[in-house]
């Protein structure tokens, strides 16, 4: 195998960070990416988008989450290195040889996310993982001029990596299987951010015990109860932070409001940024991809506000006010009344089609092996004292209570106005009576209903 080299920086940099206290630079093409235009736009990047109206410390961005990923890739490296060398071609142990590769598959694996990026992927079909390897190939990037210093074709194996294709398991699994360098340091980054504790682990341990085979990475089997640890407070993040309500709910208000403004922009009736116009009329480039980030599209909400259309006005208000919708939890039951429901509130004024959503969201916190599993052959090896190798679940009675289970809920969202009358009588205060009659008598699982002193 050929041995990836980058020029030595004569003097090492260093960047202090919250969660890993230091992050450590000492190759070239590794600054020279932290300082591209294109890296340097994941600061206009949040990591959790609409996350923040529940949690408002969690600002932090994509380009403090690829950096984090980075400092964990090498970190990992340096014990793979120290500890499992390899000794001879194919035993399963660690060629260090790939730790410019890997470690510049770290820091990019994220490159390619836009603003709101799932919501923004569903509405303009683009795809943030082959736009990520595009801008790590496209010649005319910052980045694969940086990577093209290594070797001329190091840009395309970096995006291999970063895609999956390339054909050492170690070297793909280090960054995208069920316990990487990813997945480790998004938990305890949006831990710390958010102040939710509970999805911080022990993560010095875990990188104690971690170690190479010939198929991948796993774990040895003293450090079984960290790795259980760390599943445990995945699990624990996505029922409280991922998943929570009010998150989802601003989900549904950005995802309506950029539909709302396709339509109003076909009409010829909307202020738009030339950046995001290129999207609204399906022909962009990848150079106006690159223009797009939160801020863009949140001057764009802005002047919205003052549209002439009422919906999309009130929709850029109600995102960046934070005024979330109401939401009911529903199952197969239940989603019979939902037509009832939705007329309700079309009498009330609302268009059912802006003001409505149902919204599922289920995770598998720990899939073991399956063949056709969305995490086929990702599962977590536990190495025993013979060198013999078992999937975690099959050790950990609380990890089998998680495996392969959908943990999460289906909701109905709808405007919060619905589960309250005025305190002024109003000629549709009846309907409101007829809506709660649905959601409280049980037919629907019943939500709380707002109260002036509440907060979401």
């Known amino acids: 195998m050929p041995k990836f080299q980058s020029e030595k920086l004569k003097q090492e940099v260093v960047l202090r960070d919250p ?11 590794i600054l020279d990416i932290l300082k591209s235009k294109e890296f340097q736009r994941m600061r206009r990047i949040k990591q959790l988008g609409p996350i923040s109206y529940v949690f408002p410390g969690a600002t932090h961005t994509r380009f403090e989450h690829n950096l984090g990923v980075y400092e964990l890739t090498r970190r990992i490296c340096n014990i793979f290195s120290k500890n499992y060398p390899t000794q001879t071609p194919g035993d399963g142990l660690w060629d260090d040889n790939n730790r410019l590769l890997v470690e510049c598959a770290a820091i990019l694996h994220d490159i390619g996310h836009g603003p709101y990026s799932h919501t923004f992927e569903h509405l303009f079909g683009t795809n943030h993982e082959k736009i990520g390897q595009k801008i790590i190939t496209d010649p005319n990037t910052e980045i694969n001029k940086a990577l093209k210093q290594v070797t001329p074709n190091f840009p395309e194996l970096v995006a291999s990596v970063i895609d999956k294709t390339y054909p050492d398991a170690q070297v793909v699994k280090m960054i995208s299987s069920q316990a990487d360098a990813d997945r480790m340091d998004y938990l305890q980054r949006d831990a710390y951010y958010t102040g939710a504790n509970y999805g911080q682990f022990d993560i010095s341990r875990v990188l104690r015990v971690i170690r190479p085979y010939k198929d991948g990475i796993c774990f040895n089997n003293n450090g079984m109860h960290a790795v259980e640890d760390y599943i445990v407070s995945r699990y624990q993040m996505y029922q409280q932070v991922y998943f929570h309500r009010v998150g989802r709910s601003m989900e549904v208000i950005l995802h309506h409001l950029l539909e709302r ?11 738009v940024t030339p950046s995001l116009a290129k999207f609204l009329d399906g022909d962009w480039t990848l150079d106006d991809y690159l223009k797009l ?19 999309l006005a009130d929709l850029s208000k109600r995102y960046l006010f934070r005024k979330p919708l109401a939401s009911v939890k529903i199952n197969e039951e239940t989603k019979n009344l939902l037509p009832k429901l939705k007329n309700l509130i079309k009498e009330a004024g609302f268009d059912p089609t802006y003001y409505t959503d149902t919204n599922s969201a289920f995770d598998e916190p720990y899939d073991a092996y399956k063949p056709t599993g969305k995490n086929a052959n990702s599962q977590i090896e536990i190495m025993q004292m013979d060198g013999s190798l078992i999937e975690l679940s099959q050790l950990s009675p609380l990890v089998r209570a998680l495996n392969g289970t959908f943990q999460g809920d289906e909701r109905f969202f709808f405007p919060k106005v619905m589960l309250s009358k005025s305190e002024e009588p109003q000629i549709f205060d009846p309907l409101y009576e007829q809506f709660q009659k649905y959601i409280n008598n049980g037919a629907l699982h019943y939500i709380r209903k707002p109260h002036k002193n509440n907060k979401d």
């Open 19 to 29: 969660v890993h206290g230091y992050i450590h630079i000492e190759d070239k093409v």
């Open 293 to 311: 980030n939160d801020g863009v599209m949140e001057t764009n909400f802005s002047m919205w506000m003052d549209s002439s259309d009422p919906i």
């Open 261 to 271: 403004a396709k339509v109003v922009y076909q009409e010829g009736h909307l202020n």
